[in-house]
């Protein structure tokens, strides 16, 4: 039987074929007109896989996809495009459908991929009830997080990252994967108005704005910002001035937030300065809401530093605005509720005559000044041909000596002013001088203002620091000191012989006071700048 059924089954394919040599066309193989590949280049261990996924043009043809290494002793292929990594080593993966071919590059490590983990969510604020997801990223995909709350019955958060709001209060996720952590502040708030998910709870960093003759702020930008948070316009009291008059400012509120009120449009004209002022329930000390959404600004870069007064505050600049710089110290409002101060604070471009003339010799001489001969330092000065001796504002008893520049000179010289101090604060010897070439501490950065530095004989170890707002350089000797920096809208240069026991630092405090002292301005205070923008 069994060779009788191959005997008909030949006789029928013989006839088949020979029905078709007679009748049937020849048959149409499809031609593929596009092919991809996802992934074209993984990094995988000894041992993990990679499954290649291949899409074939057109769509409703059928294709067989061949799958070949070039180096199967690195990482093979199956004829279903499964990737195995073999050793160490690169290998190239190819899929073909007729003419068309693509590559994937496969790279196997047989070390430990680095895990990298991005956390971009610093901060929340959202509703009893309501819920937020944490916006992160984990390299390699399916490295494990964990996320953690230390403050469950305020927030709570599950193994995804969704954080749901509870009761009102501040809670801290921790976000943590091989070793690395992040942390993400989140407030709850009661359903009542108040606070919008993943809202940054700060005003508005827009520090001109249009103000009625009340001083309301009347900008429709800031109004529907306010609006959105939940603050309504209310009159702020700060306390009273040093005269005892009250310092009432129009605001916005909401004590159901962490920022519980703010105010624009402050505008220092002494200074240069615009300021808003914000007020948080958070203290200096503790402040992990406050300092998340501050980074969300920017101003990620905090240090700490105290008041004459001994009161702590933490400054910054914001990272993409020099010009912009935040400073927070405690200063209770029962009214607000709140415990933080927070006043942010945009210096304008100082006026200059010209740009940086950097080939010009116009520095004051410090060997001349050190002779403690009045009659030299006069005849210098008049050698040079920059100044005029400015006897009504000099001390010439205690050789204190300024010299102005010329009016017909002031194109041709980068200072305004120049005052040798001989009898300083703290008997400090220094020559403190102003210049108009500086709008901003960008412009340490510029190439120009080293060698102007260098041409007067102090390029030795130049260093430009724009982001902290000074430069400075020494002469030859490596003696004498000589830095430029802003302080309350004038640029400063000062030259003096660089002793340990004085710092830079303490010494641009005492220039900034002999200028006070000269010019016989009144010493800043948060008062008085209050009290001068009303």
Not at 5 to 14: A, D, G, Q, R
């Amino acid at each position: 039987m069994r060779t009788l059924s191959v005997i008909l089954s030949t006789l029928l394919l013989v006839v088949g074929l020979a029905s078709c040599s007679k009748e049937c066309p020849d048959p149409v193989v499809p031609e593929a007109t596009d092919l991809t590949l996802s992934p074209t280049a993984v990094t995988l261990q000894v041992g993990k896989t990679q499954q290649l996924i291949v899409t074939v043009q057109p769509a409703d043809q059928t294709f067989i996809v061949t799958f070949t290494s070039d180096k199967p002793e690195v990482a093979t292929v199956d004829a279903k495009g499964l990737i195995t990594a073999v050793a160490e080593g690169t290998a190239h993966i190819t899929a073909q459908v007729g003419e068309l071919t693509q590559q994937c590059v496969v790279t196997v490590s047989n070390s430990t991929p680095e895990v990298q983990l991005e956390v971009r969510t610093t901060y929340l604020s959202i509703k009893q009830g309501e819920s937020a997801q944490i916006d992160y990223t984990i390299t390699p995909a399916d490295t494990p997080v964990t996320f953690t709350s230390d403050k469950s019955d305020i927030a709570t958060v599950d193994a995804q990252g969704l954080v749901t709001g509870i009761v009102a209060g501040s809670a801290t996720i921790a976000v943590s994967a091989a070793g690395q952590s992040a942390s993400v502040a989140v407030t709850v708030t009661e359903d009542q108005g108040g606070g919008t998910t993943d809202q940054n709870e700060l005003p508005m960093l827009k520090f001109v704005v249009e103000k009625n003759s009340q001083g309301v702020v009347t900008d429709t930008e800031v109004i529907k910002y306010e609006q959105e948070l939940g603050r309504s316009v209310e009159l702020i009291n700060l306390g009273k001035d040093p005269q005892g008059n009250d310092l009432i400012f129009p605001g916005f509120t909401n004590t159901a937030l962490t920022i519980t009120g703010t105010i624009y449009g402050i505008n220092i004209p002494q200074t240069r300065e615009y300021v808003i002022l914000a007020f948080s329930k958070e203290s200096l000390a503790e402040c992990p809401m406050t300092l998340a959404m501050l980074a969300d600004y920017g101003f990620t870069d905090l240090r700490g530093g105290q008041f004459n007064d001994g009161t702590p505050y933490k400054t910054g600049v914001k990272s993409d605005d020099s010009n912009v710089q935040v400073t927070l110290y405690d200063y209770p409002n029962s009214e607000l509720q709140s415990t933080l101060f927070i006043e942010f604070l945009q210096k304008r471009d100082l006026p200059t005559a010209h740009p940086i003339l950097p080939t010009v010799k116009d520095f004051p001489d410090y060997a001349t000044f050190i002779t403690g001969d009045a009659t030299k330092i006069k005849e210098f000065e008049a050698n040079l041909g920059f100044r005029d001796f400015a006897a009504d504002k000099s001390n010439e008893e205690y050789k204190n000596l300024l010299f102005e520049t010329k009016q017909e000179a002031i194109p041709e010289s980068n200072f305004q002013l120049v005052y040798y101090v001989s009898t300083g604060n703290g008997g400090t010897k220094f020559i403190n001088s102003i210049v108009n070439v500086i709008k901003s501490p960008k412009d340490f950065a510029d190439p120009k203002l080293k060698e102007w530095f260098t041409t007067n004989g102090y390029g030795n170890k130049f260093e430009a620091h724009a982001d902290k707002g000074y430069a400075y350089g020494w002469d030859a000797s490596g003696k004498i000191f000589c830095q430029i920096f802003i302080r309350e809208g004038v640029t400063f240069i000062q030259i003096f012989e660089k002793q340990q026991s004085e710092s830079a630092s303490q010494m641009r405090r005492l220039a900034f006071e002999q200028y006070k002292t000269m010019a016989a301005q009144p010493q800043r205070a948060h008062y008085y700048k209050l009290q001068s923008s009303r």
